[in-house]
């Protein structure tokens, strides 16, 4: 195993250590099949490199970029903080990265929609707006609850072309729509690709959605060398299912000098069972088609989750992240809504960026964690998304912080 790069990962079966896998019924294994070896082949066709590539450059406005945060550094006295700007891609957060590969992909092998579910909407509005520029249709599965919650999304869904789904059962929220897309899916799949929003799911969708998302790492390693000429010290990124932490990180994974370093969301406190930090108390198990850790009950069915970041609450992770966990690479901590809020409201005040809730429980580790080091030392956060669509909520739930300007 000593020398097994983490970059040569996963294995031939999708399995990075005893994670992954490829947990579908027989009928699903050969669709899967068929995406794998489109996936193969996209990696050396310079045709496809080169429509991705533009599309990334010149649609979503590529390479985003590396901004220092000089008045936070001044004011916590330690290291010296970069942004990785992903809020500044069109659509507004890094999802567009992975959904313009995917929505490429399924053109390709000839499919003629695209298809997923979503939660808060944002990887439905990622994935409209790329089949839109594609040429493609998508259909979108959103619980009812969710559709009444997020209205601007799903009108934005809507005006992009797509077809929204509401799901009427159970709980009408993220779980029941993952399992209407796949219903559908399963009858519909010699047409249709299913577009998966994170490093989840059978593999390859693990793999694929790392390597579409990989492009943030290589900018970053370019652009800090050309501001401070050698590699940072630590890399932040905040972990949902973990797509754009193996984004920054994957350039890195095998430079043992760069610290990673995944922040997950403690919600209303770790001991509060109302949060949804996976790899700190999860236990392995099945979710989705993979072997990963879970937040479970008893039963193991998974558990309930929370977090103020609608984008972070999965009671899964990415199953590249477990073996990371397992193996000491990454180390996982967490931040809680109070101190994603407090982030949120501090980066705006300060630097003038309104981060995404998602992304502040990075930033707020960062704020931890640069005191601690010294000044030649540099921290890059990734900051995934931007935070419009989280004013109105933290101006309701904390009106303390967002306009009392007692920060702490
Ligand atoms: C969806 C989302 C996340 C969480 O997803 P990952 O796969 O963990 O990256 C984080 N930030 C933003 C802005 C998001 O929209």
Redesign the pocket.
């Known amino acids: 195993m000593d020398n097994v790069k983490y970059t040569n990962l996963p294995d031939k079966n999708g399995y990075y250590g005893a994670f992954g896998g490829r947990l579908v019924p027989p009928l699903l294994e050969k669709a899967l099949q068929e995406v794998e070896i489109a996936f193969r082949e996209i990696k050396d066709d310079i045709g496809f490199q080169e429509e991705y590539r533009r599309l990334l450059n010149d649609f979503v406005g590529r390479p985003s970029p590396l901004y220092y945060a000089r008045n936070l550094s001044e004011e916590l006295g330690g290291a010296q903080i970069y942004f990785k700007r ?2 500044l891609n069109h659509t ?4 567009i990265n992975h959904c313009l590969g995917e929505a490429l992909l399924a053109k390709r092998l000839g499919k003629k929609k695209v298809m997923s579910e979503t939660g ?1 909407g ?2 439905g509005v990622a994935l409209a707006t790329a089949a839109a520029v594609v040429g493609l249709d998508c259909e979108i599965h959103m619980g009812e609850i969710d559709i009444a919650k997020q209205a601007d999304n799903v009108k934005r869904m809507k005006l992009l072309g797509a077809k929204v789904v509401p799901v009427k059962v159970g709980g009408r929220s993220l779980k029941e729509a993952v399992d209407s897309a796949f219903g559908v899916y399963m009858q519909e799949y010699q047409d249709t690709f299913f577009a998966i ?4 799911g059978p593999h390859p969708y693990p793999e694929m959605v790392a390597y579409f998302q990989s492009i943030i790492g290589r900018e970053v390693r370019q652009q800090i060398q050309e501001k401070l000429h050698r590699l940072p010290d630590a890399l932040v ?9 193996l ?1 920054i990180f994957y350039d890195f994974l095998d430079e043992e000098n760069v610290r990673l370093i995944g922040v997950e969301p403690s919600g209303k406190g770790l001991e509060s069972g109302r949060h949804a930090a996976t790899l700190t108390l999860g236990k392995a198990g099945a979710i989705h088609g993979m072997q990963t850790y879970v937040l479970q009950e008893e039963d193991g069915s998974p558990s309930p989750v929370h977090s103020i ?1 609608s ?2 609450d999965y009671p899964g992770i ?1 199953p590249f992240h477990a073996y990371l966990k397992e193996m000491g690479r990454v180390e996982y901590v967490s931040a809680d809504d109070k101190e994603a809020a407090a982030a949120f409201v501090k980066t705006s005040r300060r630097e003038g960026i309104v981060p ?1 809730l ?2 502040s429980h990075a930033l707020a580790h960062a704020y931890r964690l640069a005191p601690t080091l010294d000044k030649e030392q540099a921290i890059i956060v990734n900051v ?3 935070g419009d669509k989280d004013i109105d909520f933290v101006a309701q739930e904390f009106p303390e912080i967002a306009f009392e300007g007692r920060l702490k």
């Not at 507004?92 to 999802?95: E, L, M, P, T």
């Not at 929003?197 to 989840?200: D, K, L, P, T, Y």
């Not at 990124?237 to 932490?245: I, M, P, Y």
């Open positions: 992903e809020d507004g957060a890094h999802k808060a944002q990887h929003g994170s490093v989840v990124a905040c972990v949902g299912g973990g797509s754009n932490a984004g970041a984008g972070l990415g995404a998602e992304s995934s998304g931007r």
